[in-house]
């Protein structure tokens, strides 16, 4: 068996590949973070906010804001297939396509089957795909519109106790097949209601014995904290997959919206939606 | 952490074993020697023994669907657990396995 002897050249030109890596890492992370934590919409009552853990230095989380014209704003959570660099500039595509989407579309619905056309080709081409949950929000009517691409329904929470949304309102991934048409849904909301939109990596993070989050711990602990603001939610869910995962490395990004519902200039009561079990 | 793959043809039917986890750090294995054996008309999924999969494991099952579509096999998805039907209800992978048998995907 022979071994090479590696040079101290090519050992000082490895090293130099590897901090021009690291700072190329470092650059790409500070424009992730920058392009996620973008203005945070201003709203007449009730506050909405955002926030992603990636699980290595970058991820392929994604949430956005979009003022609509009419007052609405306009919310979306995805999540690309992988992690790291790859997952990364396929979010980046993501966030282009979804913000080029809402210049044009009327609901969120539309602005689905926009990404899907713009994004299937490549996506494809590249074996990937990418879940999105697409909603429109309005706050003086307290309605909120929806649309899914394969992406898990938010957790509504009304005082004591969780709503169901409408299970069937999912569609296929961004990337899964061409030309997909995505239905709208709507929740009427009420004032203090809590709306949490998430990734799987909240649902998923495992613990040493291999425990898994899940859902209804999820739900549990939206309820116990529900009537609070949405920065103390969002540091209690923190804290809480801390706990649980007794400080294991995180397996997957970690993504969370919050809407808290001020109040509604015309509350009405169309919604009557049953009760989730927690 | 491991994944297991085997591939065994009886008949005209393509078998495809996963025993363990398919992730993000074993999808690898997925890749490699892919080749549908001639003489094949039905791929068979079995993720009886599959521990655990997310999203670049469901990547890799749906680029199973997309090489057996792309041969106009008949494909069947066996022993998914309640958890995992799931996770590829909400995904929408049964709307894309029933698009690409009937051709909907082909251009």
């Not at chain 1, 713009?118 to 494809?124: E, K, V």
């Not at chain 1, 999912?170 to 709507?186: C, F, H, R, S």
């Not at chain 1, 993070?205 to 603001?229: C, K, M, S, Y």
């Not at chain 2, 999969?53 to 792309?70: F, H, P, Q």
Request: aromatic share 8%.
């Amino acid at each position: 068996m022979m071994f090479r002897k590696q040079s101290p050249l090519s050992s000082s030109i490895q090293s130099t590949v590897d901090s021009a890596l690291k700072r190329e890492i470092l650059l790409a992370q500070n424009i992730q973070m920058s392009l996620l934590n973008g203005e945070k919409p201003q709203l007449a009552s009730g506050e909405v906010t955002g926030s992603t853990i990636p699980a290595r230095l970058i991820g392929g989380d994604y949430f956005d804001f979009y003022p609509l014209p009419d007052g609405k704003i306009r919310i979306v959570i995805g999540d690309v297939m992988g992690k790291g660099i790859p997952a990364a500039m396929l979010m980046i595509l993501t966030r282009g396509a979804f913000r080029s989407a809402s210049e044009t579309t009327q609901s969120p619905g539309e602005t689905l089957s926009a990404m899907n056309n713009a994004l299937f080709a490549d996506l494809r081409k590249l074996g990937s795909f990418v879940t999105v949950f697409c909603s429109d929000w309005d706050p003086e009517t307290g309605k909120l519109t929806y649309a899914s691409a394969g992406h898990n329904l938010p957790i509504i929470v009304r005082g004591s106790r969780a709503l169901e949304t409408a299970r069937s309102a999912t569609g296929v991934m961004i990337g899964g097949l061409p030309k997909q048409y995505y239905d709208n849904y709507e929740v009427r909301l009420q004032t203090n209601d809590l709306v949490f939109f998430y990734t799987d990596g909240i649902v998923e993070a495992q613990n040493r014995q291999g425990d898994i989050f899940r859902l209804n711990r999820l739900v549990q602990l939206l309820v116990e904290t529900g009537q609070r603001d949405a920065e103390h939610i969002e540091r209690h869910v923190i804290e809480s997959i801390d706990r649980f995962t007794e400080g294991l490395p995180q397996k997957d990004d970690i993504t969370m919206i919050i809407l808290k519902v001020g109040e509604c200039q015309s509350e009405l009561t169309g919604y009557n939606a049953p009760i989730l079990n927690a | 952490m491991v994944v297991r793959i085997e591939q065994q043809k009886v008949g005209e039917e393509y078998w495809i074993r996963i025993h363990g986890i398919l992730d993000f750090s074993t999808m690898d294995q997925l890749h490699e020697d892919w080749v549908i054996p001639d003489g094949t008309s039905k791929m068979v999924i079995d993720v009886t023994h599959m521990e655990f999969i997310d999203s670049t494991g469901i990547g890799g099952i749906l680029n199973l669907l997309y090489s057996g579509s792309a041969k106009q096999l008949a494909i069947e998805i066996q022993g998914l657990r309640e958890e995992v039907k799931e996770i590829f209800e909400t995904l929408g992978v049964f709307q894309i396995m029933k698009a690409l048998q009937a051709g909907g995907d082909r251009k």
